[in-house]
């Protein structure tokens, strides 16, 4: 994709984002996603065929970028140099929440939030079986694995949302702390 490709398809993010903090996804139309992004009809069909589309190609990119760089050791945020990752994928996923890229917060907690938090759940289900359960399960082999997964990743995701809702008053560490010390008996 080329830089002007790039730029059109940030508008339109950007655009859909903000008609997002202030209106359900459901009552929002293409015309006012082209009108906000300043682009042609054509040109957002070029991108995106329907707005189900860019609602999954703009969920894809907030989570992605979050489940990528959490699967990254390297990519640290200086908290944990020291020691790596499954045990604190949750609290880099945390971190990566308060930075609120991309307006994530909003998204999660807004009009259309079910939809978020649905794709924000899928995101983490390969993260969690990769960085997690393959690797730390310890006890409870006889609960099946995907179940473990689901209720790890909605747990997870009820949680953020609480702390979301409650204002980001602890730390993503602390936080981080509190749900593994409920999760890892599980696991």
Known sequence: ???????????????????????????????????RANVGRTTFYTHFETKEELLKALCEELFGHIIASAQDATHTHGLYSDRNAPESIFCHLLQHLQENDGNILGLLSGESSELFLRYFKDSL????????????????????????????????VEMALWWIKGGLKQPPAELDWYFRAVIEPVV
């Open 1 to 35: 994709m080329d830089r002007r490709q790039q730029k059109t398809r940030a508008a339109i993010f950007q655009a859909f984002t903000a008609l997002l903090s202030e209106k359900n996804y459901s009552r929002i139309t293409v015309q006012e996603i082209i009108d």
């Open 125 to 156: 289900r390969e993260l969690i079986q990769k960085q997690f359960i393959v690797q730390n399960r310890k006890s409870n082999f006889d609960l099946p694995q995907d179940f473990l997964v689901n209720h790890i990743c909605g747990s997870f």
